[in-house]
C-alpha cells in the first residue's frame, strides 16, 4: 500500500547539479529507511545513499561521498538526493526505495532488503 513517486532527472554538463525526489504515499505512511540507487546500462544495481527516517543519519556510498546529500520532509513524507559535482559515470536511472519494518535494519545498502521501489529516473552527465 505505499507508492513512491520520483520527480526530477533530466541531462546535465559534467561539474553540474541535479536534484531529484520522491514522495511516498499510502495509508498511514510510515518507513524505517529510505535509500537511492541506481543502474547503468549493462551494469548491476548500486547502492548511492540511504537516510533513517527516524533519526535522519546517512550513509553514502564512497563514489559520492562528498558530493550528494540525501534528506528528508517529513511534512511531505518526501526524500531528496542532490547531486553535485555531476561526472559521466554517474550517468544512470536512479531508483528510491522504502525499508518499512523497524528493528530489523538501521541504514541498509543492500537492495534486497527494501520493500517498495520507484519507477527510477533518467540522470544523464554529459562529458
Known amino acids: 500500500q505505499v507508492q513512491l513517486v520520483e520527480s526530477g532527472g533530466g541531462l546535465v554538463q559534467a561539474g553540474g547539479s541535479l536534484s531529484v525526489s520522491c514522495a511516498a504515499s499510502g495509508r498511514t505512511f510510515s518507513s524505517n529507511a529510505m535509500g537511492w540507487f541506481r543502474q547503468a546500462p549493462g551494469k548491476e544495481r548500486e547502492f548511492v545513499a540511504v537516510?533513517?527516517?527516524?533519526?535522519?543519519?546517512?550513509y553514502y556510498a564512497e563514489s559520492v561521498k562528498g558530493r550528494f546529500t540525501i534528506s528528508r520532509d517529513n511534512a511531505k513524507n518526501t526524500v531528496h538526493l542532490q547531486m553535485n559535482s555531476l561526472k559521466p559515470e554517474d550517468t544512470a536511472v536512479y531508483y528510491c526505495?522504502?525499508?518499512?519494518?523497524?528493528?530489523?535494519?538501521?541504514?541498509?545498502?543492500?537492495?534486497?532488503?527494501?520493500?517498495?521501489w520507484g519507477q527510477g529516473t533518467q540522470v544523464t552527465v554529459s562529458s
Open positions: 537516510i533513517n527516517w527516524n533519526d535522519g543519519n546517512t
Open positions: 526505495a522504502a525499508q518499512i519494518r523497524r528493528g530489523i535494519y538501521y541504514l541498509p545498502r543492500s537492495a534486497s532488503v527494501y520493500d517498495y
